[in-house]
């Protein structure tokens, strides 16, 4: 379970988020929604150790009853997923599935994992292709699911879905939660759109302008 | 980079940028006013100057410094800016843009001697022309090269700076908004040359006024093209102060040293008046940009440019083309225009002294280039590291002026200057010695040319990739400089023909012991024994070329390998 509590976000001038409190259960997705520039992304920067200075913030974050805004961002253990897929271009798809697994693992073990994730999104004849080789709808699966490999605690999600076409979005949507629940972690979704929200079939907290 | 310290490690990189900068200066200075140990001179005093102003010779090769150091950056702005507006966005003007490169890696040395083939008494452009036309059977008994005035100094560096100029100005072109600008201008029915003297080249000036410092600073004080075409007795100022520094007579170094303090004071009179002028200039021109007219008289000026610019660009590739020719020659008489019999002869005899030369010549490139590449990265991840921290973007970074210190500094005097610390030093005559003087000279251009990639790369890959697996120093070489590859090939390609072109540093640091294609070839030029120094310049020309050839062909084709290198490598370990 992901909990903040009292999370107040600022910037030099004035308050973005005031008081914000909520908590996540394993394979829920809470829904953010709000207008650019609220401080969105900002918690989630909050969440995943990667804040930038000029921001201030108060506020706790807890996993599982564990304190984590005073953990580095390497001890964290989160998954992120942004707009862009970010997968390293120069590496073949079952490369950059291997990147995430942990290496722990023996190998063989490893690349039955990185395996089986390419019959989950049907395509396991492009095990060695290169990400620009996938569609928008593969890269952002793709993408997820090396994510999920790396096993993090929680996942965040920074408007997954905005930049692929309306069509495919109910699909990658579908995978998204669908993954998420088998993965049973909490999972934390900052979107525009409130199809994504509601597609999430969990509950969804509205950031207003704090006066 | 998971660097740590970075304040540090800023500092340290400064101080080893600034420490031979300061020894050189201060090295040229003291014997300048006849402080100079190593002869037993303690006292300062102003007699060095004296010897200097007494010295007819000084007068001459200022002269002739000030006309080749002027003319040429004149004439190569002008050509370059012609070439641009005349080709900007026409198709075939890609094709001339590609063989830019190659132009800029080939060592100046090699132009030049090319120059000699093609322009001297007995070149092939005589030849072309006899006996048809000139009614020669032998060489005619002008002083076509190497003539008094400089002519020929001045065309081999507009050779060698308008490709400069056109490159630089073309990275630039996306900043101004050239082509919006001329979509606007030619809907208001400007002619496009106009369009290019009112609009675009004022605003494009600014962005390049510091290559334009370096090609101004390169024309004033340029060794060993001046050594190779320059006019001689007298010759242009650095080469007469070379001859100086290198008099048996040790005491000729105080004098030296006081022609190169006045060589510096040149370049920044030639700077300031540069400004000035450009202030003047741009002044009497402002009302003219917004009177209206479509067309004007002047655009005929940036037509004539654009034909001796063409006419530049094919005199470079017919003297290339000539190297090859006459490292290859067994009998070339005078009017014939090819040789009559051909031979691999000449490369045969020659080829353990070339095959030394090149081992030395590539041995310091690939070290030099490598040591700058290494030092280049932990600079600009010091640099991301401080924009990322504070607030403000455009802060200027120590290093962005001080890397260009070395490149604005005439060689010569300043490296003489550090000679005596490598002599205190025990390093004279080192490899270390040689390598660390090119460094000075392979850093900045490598540092430039990396910086802009570097900085534009997409931090966000490195960063899910250390959330996905938290092996920092793995993750920085496999994410980011796996990604960032064809920009460090080209800056190695860059760095590497850089270092193949230096011909003071080589002599100064190895003091012959170490000799390189470019320090022989040079040396060679005046013998008169075409076949063997076009061997030389052929090679020395080609291995830049190669370089900046594979720095294109590998980096696309990397992963495609690496993938086919692993099915190999499965393949073989499944057979066995």
């Not at chain 2, 030092?375 to 921290?389: F, G, N």
Request: with cysteine.
């Amino acid at each position: 379970m992901l909990s903040v509590n009292a999370f107040t976000l600022s910037s030099k001038n004035k308050i973005l988020i005031k008081d914000l409190s909520f908590k996540i259960d394993n394979g829920q997705v809470l829904s953010i929604m709000g207008p650019s520039g609220i401080g969105k992304s900002s918690l989630l920067h909050f969440l995943s150790g990667s804040l930038s200075p000029n921001l201030l913030t108060s506020g706790e974050a807890f996993l599982n009853n564990e304190t984590l805004h005073t953990k580095s961002i390497q001890e964290r253990k989160v998954g992120l997923l942004q707009q862009m897929p970010l997968l390293f271009p120069h590496m073949s798809i079952i490369e950059n599935l291997l990147f995430a697994i942990p290496t722990d693992i023996n190998k063989l073990e490893r690349i039955a994992m990185a395996e089986s994730a390419l019959k989950k999104l049907d395509i396991p004849d492009k095990a060695s292709a290169l990400p620009k080789e996938l569609s928008g709808g593969q890269q952002a699966r793709v993408a997820l699911l090396r994510t999920l490999l790396a096993r993090p605690d929680y996942l965040l999600l920074d408007e997954p879905f905005s930049k692929l076409d309306p069509a495919l979005r109910r699909d990658v949507r579908a995978f998204v939660l669908n993954e998420i629940r088998q993965a049973n972690i909490p999972a934390l979704l900052v979107t525009h759109d409130s199809e994504d929200a509601k597609a999430m079939e969990g509950k969804c907290l509205e950031l207003g302008i704090v006066k | 980079m998971p660097l740590k310290h970075a304040k540090w490690i800023t500092g340290i990189i400064t101080l080893l940028l600034v420490f031979p900068i300061v020894i050189g200066l201060v090295g040229t200075l003291l014997p300048a006013f006849q402080y100079f140990p190593p002869l037993g001179e303690y006292n300062i005093s102003l007699i060095p100057w004296r010897n200097l102003f007494a010295q007819g010779e000084f007068y001459a090769s200022l002269k002739l410094t000030l006309i080749t150091g002027i003319v040429a950056p004149v004439l190569a702005l002008w050509f370059s800016l012609s070439l641009l507006a005349w080709g900007y966005q026409r198709p075939f003007f890609h094709k001339i843009e590609a063989l830019l490169s190659p132009i800029l890696a080939i060592p100046h040395a090699a132009i030049a001697i090319g120059l000699l083939f093609l322009l001297s008494p007995s070149g092939w452009l005589v030849r072309l022309f006899s006996p048809w036309l000139t009614g020669f059977d032998r060489p005619p008994n002008w002083i076509t090269v190497q003539d008094p005035y400089g002519i020929s100094l001045i065309i081999a560096l507009v050779i060698k700076e308008m490709p400069y100029l056109l490159f630089v100005m073309l990275a630039t072109m996306k900043s101004i908004k050239a082509r919006e600008s001329l979509q606007v201008g030619q809907a208001l029915g400007y002619c496009r040359f106009t369009l290019w003297r009112k609009v675009l080249i004022p605003q494009l000036y600014p962005i390049i006024r510091l290559p334009i410092f370096i090609v101004i600073a390169f024309s004033l004080t340029v060794v060993d093209l001046a050594l190779v075409i320059g006019p001689n007795t007298p010759s242009t100022l650095a080469v007469t102060l070379l001859r100086w520094f290198n008099d048996p007579d040790l005491s000729m170094r105080l004098m030296a040293s006081a022609g190169a303090i006045s060589l510096m004071l040149v370049i920044v009179f030639v700077l300031v008046g540069w400004e000035i002028s450009h202030l003047l200039l741009s002044k009497l021109t402002r009302a003219e940009r917004s009177n209206g007219k479509r067309c004007g008289l002047t655009d005929s000026m940036l037509r004539m440019g654009v034909l001796l610019g063409l006419l530049t660009l094919l005199n470079a590739f017919i003297a290339l083309a000539l190297l090859p020719i006459w490292s290859l020659a067994r009998r070339w008489r005078f009017p014939d225009a090819l040789p009559t019999q051909w031979t691999w002869d000449n490369l045969d005899r020659a080829t353990p002294l070339l095959i030394e030369l090149t081992l030395n010549t590539l041995t310091i490139a690939f070290i030099t280039t490598l040591l700058a590449g290494v030092i280049s990265v932990v600079m600009l991840e010091t640099k991301r590291h401080d924009i990322a921290r504070s607030s403000q973007t455009d802060k200027t970074h120590v290093f962005d002026w001080l890397i260009y210190i070395p490149i604005l500094l005439p060689q010569i005097g300043f490296l003489f200057g550090l000679h005596v610390l490598l002599i205190y030093l025990d390093l004279n005559g080192d490899l270390c010695a040689i390598v660390a003087l090119h460094l000075m000279y392979v850093l900045p251009y490598v540092y430039l040319t990396l910086k802009g990639p570097y900085l534009a790369y997409e931090e966000e890959y490195l960063r899910q990739a250390n959330r996905l697996n938290h092996r920092p120093w793995q993750n920085y070489i496999r994410v980011k400089i796996a990604m960032l590859k064809p920009a460090l090939f080209t800056a190695f390609a860059i760095g590497f023909s850089v270092s193949i072109a230096q011909y003071l540093p080589t002599l100064i640091a190895g003091e012959g012991r170490y000799s390189t294609l470019t320090t022989e070839a040079v040396a060679q030029a005046a013998s008169g024994n075409r076949k063997q120094v076009g061997s030389m310049a052929m090679l020395q020309a080609l291995f830049p070329i190669l370089v900046f050839w594979l720095a294109q062909f590998i980096p696309p084709r990397w992963t495609k390998w690496r993938f086919a290198l692993g099915n190999l490598l499965s393949k073989i370990s499944r057979r066995s």
